[in-house]
């Protein structure tokens, strides 16, 4: 965050600033919370956990995508957390600000309370310091923040014209998607089922 404090997850609102992976220049940057599309602190929700080798852990949907680092390429390639095996590697920055890929140690499930999905202007979130894309159910991250530009473009207009301080408004905590976020899955589904496999 801006500050440099910590805030959890569940705490996070629209126009709070939080730490990204620019995906262009591989490096952290500052990133805005567009919105919460889901907010739900009372379900039991099983969780895909990711530990590296450096001992960075971080707790995700089994269908949330996740940065894996490629080798062979500089870009990253992102895929569901459920789908992450050991010896994959994964982003984790490191104490001086700077991404590193790390070996992926273990993938478990483990059941944890609550869930929370903020997105983020830059479309990648820093968790534990572990880089993840801010998108769940549709395989594809680039579709996901593609379809994702109008809502961008509302936050960045109501925000510079100082009409709100949090243009999206919370959703209900009750697990349902922020009613935008049901319009382009629905979209989405229509035009592009392949990418919910």
Same mark, same amino acid.
């Given at each position: 965050?801006?500050? +440099?404090?910590?805030?959890?997850?569940?705490?996070?609102?629209? *126009?709070?600033?939080?730490?990204?992976?620019?995906?262009?220049?591989?490096?952290?940057?500052?990133?805005?919370?567009?919105?919460?599309?889901?907010?739900?602190?009372?379900? $039991?929700?099983?969780?895909?956990?990711?530990?590296? /080798?450096? +001992?960075?852990?971080?707790? @995700?949907?089994p269908k949330h995508l996740i940065a894996l680092s490629l080798q062979t390429n500089t870009?990253?390639?992102?895929?569901?957390?459920?789908?992450?095996?050991?010896? &994959?590697?994964?982003?984790?920055?490191?104490?001086?600000?700077? @991404?590193?890929?790390?070996?992926?140690?273990?993938?478990?499930?483990?059941?944890?309370? +609550?869930?929370?999905?903020?997105?983020?202007?830059?479309?990648?979130?820093?968790?534990? &310091?572990?880089?993840?894309?801010?998108?769940? $159910?549709?395989?594809?991250?680039?579709?996901?923040?593609?379809?994702?530009?109008?809502?961008? /473009?509302?936050?960045?207009?109501?925000?510079? @014209? *100082?009409?709100?301080?949090?243009?999206?408004?919370?959703p209900k905590p009750n697990g349902q998607l922020h009613w935008t976020n049901q319009f @382009?899955?629905?979209?989405?589904?229509?035009?592009?089922?392949?990418?919910?496999?």
């Amino acid at each position: 965050m801006k500050s +440099g404090l910590l805030k959890p997850v569940a705490e996070l609102k629209s *126009g709070d600033v939080v730490i990204a992976m620019n995906i262009a220049k591989n490096e952290v940057v500052e990133s805005e919370i567009l919105m919460v599309a889901h907010s739900s602190p009372t379900t $039991l929700t099983l969780f895909t956990a990711i530990e590296a /080798w450096n +001992g960075q852990k971080v707790f @995700l949907t089994p269908k949330h995508l996740i940065a894996l680092s490629l080798q062979t390429n500089t870009t990253p390639s992102f895929i569901y957390a459920e789908n992450v095996q050991e010896n &994959d590697y994964i982003y984790v920055r490191d104490e001086y600000n700077q @991404l590193m890929s790390v070996k992926v140690k273990s993938v478990s499930e483990e059941m944890k309370m +609550g869930y929370y999905s903020p997105l983020t202007l830059e479309g990648t979130i820093i968790v534990n &310091d572990v880089v993840t894309s801010v998108y769940a $159910l549709i395989n594809s991250h680039h579709l996901a923040h593609n379809g994702l530009a109008p809502l961008r /473009w509302y936050y960045k207009i109501v925000k510079s @014209l *100082g009409l709100a301080n949090e243009p999206f408004a919370p959703p209900k905590p009750n697990g349902q998607l922020h009613w935008t976020n049901q319009f @382009l899955y629905l979209v989405s589904k229509t035009l592009a089922p392949h990418v919910f496999s």
